[in-house]
């Protein structure tokens, strides 16, 4: 595959091919009965005409065979409100994740929570605003509103950087930031944050300058390994490796792991005839899962499938054979922290 080619694939949003994801190999579901919480999926209607509603979710759950009792509902820009304030608009998603969460509670698609917890947006630059944005937010969510994600996600290189993403680099270093985050902290909500690996450092200043904010880090701190950071792996790692080491230190801070599909780039899904399977994808991630849960400890591990995302990839039922294989030697109090009650603490889930 040329260069050209992987830019445009690599760090951009990828619908899933169901006939491709048909391909793969038969693998029963590993643990079946262990309790999930997915920590990070999505629900929208993209402008490309993607659609990932309730029951687009529940089939892909049936089909998994695992045991996901319910799901935390991530912002990702979807139904905010076509008019009013600037700075409410993005209040219309969290309208639209109840909305959901509704549907899946009349159990006529599935029997999981989905959107227990709802991570809505708000830009925490705004003083005042930002105070409004929140209450409106929590007013609106029936007590499902536990969180705040607003990415910082920068790189020099515009094909790392994207089409969503930060104006510029420090984001998170900004006093005005940091107003905003003691709001959040205040109103006992916690912290999406998302950056790419060289800006892990940011997140580990925020959390020291802000030790009572509950922080979480997504996507095992989005190692990058395409475009300009193609063909430097061991480098690559080994910087990531070293700011999660600096920032695990801080014990207000938990990760979630998994959700590196589009940037870690080690495994190119347009290039081959059928999914990966759990095993090999155990073999490609565990370098960057199996050091967060020694770092952090499973009480701050939190797993996550980052789907519909990563259904470019593989299927519901990989993403969870896949973590399961990583965790296989874990203490069964461990793998109760680490697939359920960390998120389940941190989001404040009943």
């Not at 609106?140 to 094909?159: C, E, I, S």
């Not at 200043?205 to 979480?216: F, G, Q, Y």
Request: aromatic content about 8%; glycine content about 8%; proline content about 5%.
């Amino acid at each position: 595959m040329n260069k050209q080619i992987k830019q445009q694939v690599f760090g951009r949003l990828i619908p899933p091919n169901e006939e491709w994801l048909s391909r793969a190999a038969p693998e029963p579901a590993l643990e079946p009965d262990l309790p999930i919480v997915d920590a990070h999926m999505h629900l929208w209607h993209r402008d490309n005409g993607h659609k990932y509603f309730v029951e687009d979710y529940a089939r892909d759950l049936v089909a998994s065979g695992h045991n996901v009792e319910s799901t935390v509902f991530i912002e990702c820009h979807a139904m905010y409100r076509a008019d009013g304030p600037e700075h409410l608009k993005c209040v219309g998603e969290t309208e639209f994740a109840v909305g959901m969460a509704a549907i899946a509670a009349s159990r006529m698609y599935t029997r999981s929570r989905v959107a227990a917890g709802i991570v809505g947006y708000a830009d925490l630059m705004l003083g005042d605003r930002t105070r409004e944005t929140l209450q409106a937010h929590i007013e609106l969510a029936n007590g499902r509103f536990k969180g705040v994600r607003q990415g910082a996600k920068w790189d020099a290189d515009p094909l790392v950087k994207g089409q969503v993403s930060a104006d510029g680099p420090g984001l998170y270093l900004d006093p005005a930031f940091g107003r905003g985050l003691d709001m959040v902290t205040a109103l006992g909500l916690s912290f999406d944050a998302s950056v790419y690996h060289p800006q892990i450092p940011d997140v580990t200043a925020l959390a020291r300058a802000h030790p009572d904010a509950s922080i979480v880090l997504i996507h095992t701190g989005s190692p990058v390994g395409h475009s300009s950071y193609a063909g430097r792996q061991d480098e690559n790692r080994a910087n990531w490796l070293a700011s999660i080491k600096e920032l695990a230190s801080c014990p207000n801070v938990s990760i979630k792991l998994g959700g590196v599909l589009m940037h870690l780039a080690n495994y190119d899904f347009t290039q081959v005839d059928a999914p990966v399977t759990s095993e090999q994808l155990a073999q490609l991630w565990r370098p960057y899962i199996e050091p967060c849960i020694e770092l952090f400890g499973a009480d701050r591990c939190m797993v996550a499938s980052n789907f519909p995302v990563d259904k470019a990839g593989f299927s519901y039922r990989t993403v969870w054979n896949m973590f399961k294989r990583i965790t296989s030697a874990c203490s069964d109090h461990e793998k109760q922290l680490i697939y359920a009650g960390t998120a389940k603490r941190v989001y404040r889930l009943k």
